[in-house]
């Protein structure tokens, strides 16, 4: 089976180690994406909303890299620092996925990288 590294300019680069994504097969995964401005590399300013926002416009640019989009996307996995952005995170993700949303786990954690409220990471369709 194949392995492809993904790379999106409409993305931040990776602070590390590992790909902005995997093309395996029919499979696209997308690392985990924080509000980071692309061209800048720095954390947005904003509300939960404008956040979520632009850790999903991240992982959208990675899908579409990848030959997928948001609405292949089977899979979720969503961090937040701070479990009442629950609510927030839900209508911003009502506003992406409005047919047929992906399965989906929300976790509140310690702490995430650059000092970020939320990581979203995916595991997506690709297209034939």
């Given at each position: 089976?194949?392995?492809?590294?993904?790379?999106?300019?409409?993305?931040?680069?990776?602070?590390?180690?590992?790909?902005?994504?995997?093309?395996?097969?029919?499979?696209?995964?997308?690392?985990?994406?924080?509000?980071?401005?692309?061209?800048?590399?720095?954390?947005?300013?904003?509300?939960?909303?404008?956040?979520?926002?632009?850790?999903?416009?991240?992982?959208?640019?990675?899908?579409?890299?990848?030959?997928?989009?948001?609405?292949?996307?089977?899979?979720?996995?969503?961090?937040?620092?701070?479990?009442?952005?629950?609510?927030?995170?839900?209508?911003?993700?009502?506003?992406f996925f409005?047919?047929?949303?992906?399965?989906?786990?929300?976790?509140?954690?310690?702490?995430?990288?650059?000092?970020?409220?939320?990581?979203?990471?995916?595991?997506?369709?690709?297209?034939?």
């Amino acid at each position: 089976m194949s392995r492809i590294t993904i790379i999106s300019e409409g993305a931040p680069k990776p602070a590390g180690p590992y790909s902005q994504g995997i093309r395996s097969g029919d499979f696209v995964f997308v690392s985990g994406q924080i509000p980071l401005d692309p061209e800048t590399n720095e954390l947005i300013e904003g509300d939960m909303r404008k956040q979520a926002e632009r850790a999903l416009k991240n992982l959208e640019s990675v899908l579409v890299a990848g030959n997928s989009s948001l609405d292949m996307v089977i899979k979720l996995t969503v961090y937040l620092v701070d479990i009442s952005d629950f609510l927030i995170v839900n209508s911003v993700f009502s506003d992406f996925f409005p047919n047929q949303p992906p399965a989906r786990e929300t976790v509140q954690v310690s702490g995430l990288p650059k000092g970020a409220r939320i990581e979203i990471s995916a595991i997506g369709l690709a297209r034939s």
